[in-house]
């Protein structure tokens, strides 16, 4: 499959500051989502990440707390802003509707970003 | 809206016993199912996927057959080994083809195999 990687890929942050995550797939896709993971749960979707345009946000989540930017079709950063302990995640890069590998409507994810809050 | 419901867990096994982990989804239209597992301290992998009704999906032992009359995609092995110790996830993408779309998860299901 496609390689999808996430920078940092672990993280200890101090409550209040802003980190950001990178993510960088080694070909071109259409679609590019972000979900969080929080401790013994499922996988929610934050937003997806559009291209040259404002990303499209899921209920419960907003622009002011996760900007999101997609300068291209290969790249993609998401900032978790003023943290809180409540925002101790894993924040996953998930990437779809590529060629070859990726082609079709399935969806490949990252390994994850591991962010603790303290 | 779309919804998916998984097993419970966690789910223990010896090794060599039969796996079962249900899944059933409620969506309109025809969507596509996959499984992902998710080892320990690692990201998401999709173990296997069907796009249409009475398709089977198969990978590293692991079958699913999309049941569009019981609105199924029930995750089974064979003979489980304790590397097969991870948290699976079903998820239902709204679209059976064409462009990628967000995914709709399960709650996961923690599988434990011992020796």
């Known amino acids: 499959s496609a390689v999808i990687s996430q920078k940092p890929s672990r993280d200890i942050c101090q409550r209040g500051t802003s980190l950001t995550i990178q993510c960088q797939v080694d070909?071109?896709?259409?679609?590019m989502f972000w979900y969080r993971q929080q401790p013994g749960q499922s996988l929610t979707l934050i937003a997806t990440a559009n291209q040259g345009s404002e990303a499209t946000y899921e209920s419960g989540f907003v622009i002011d707390k996760f900007p999101i930017s997609r300068p291209n079709l290969t790249f993609s950063t998401l900032t978790v802003s003023n943290m809180s302990p409540e925002d101790s995640s894993i924040y996953l890069c998930?990437?779809?509707?590529?060629?070859?590998?990726?082609?079709?409507?399935?969806?490949?994810f990252g390994e994850g970003s591991w962010l603790t809050v303290v | 809206g779309d919804s998916v419901t998984q097993m419970e867990g966690p789910v223990t096994l010896s090794e060599e016993a039969f796996l079962t982990i249900n899944c059933t989804y409620t969506a309109t239209g025809y969507p596509s199912l996959f499984w992902y597992v998710q080892y320990p301290g690692e990201g998401l992998q999709l173990l296997l996927k069907?796009?249409?009704?009475?398709d089977k999906g198969s990978n590293k032992g692991f079958e699913a057959t999309y049941r569009k009359e019981t609105t199924s995609f029930h995750l089974e092995k064979g003979s489980v080994q304790v590397s097969d110790s991870a948290v699976y996830f079903c998820a239902l993408s709204p679209i059976s083809s064409g462009s990628a779309r967000q995914l709709t998860f399960g709650s996961g299901t923690q599988l434990t195999v011992l020796p």
């Open positions: 070909s071109q896709v259409t679609m």
């Open positions: 069907a796009t249409k009704a009475d």
């Open positions: 998930s990437v779809g509707g590529g060629t070859g590998q990726i082609s079709g409507n399935t969806i490949y």
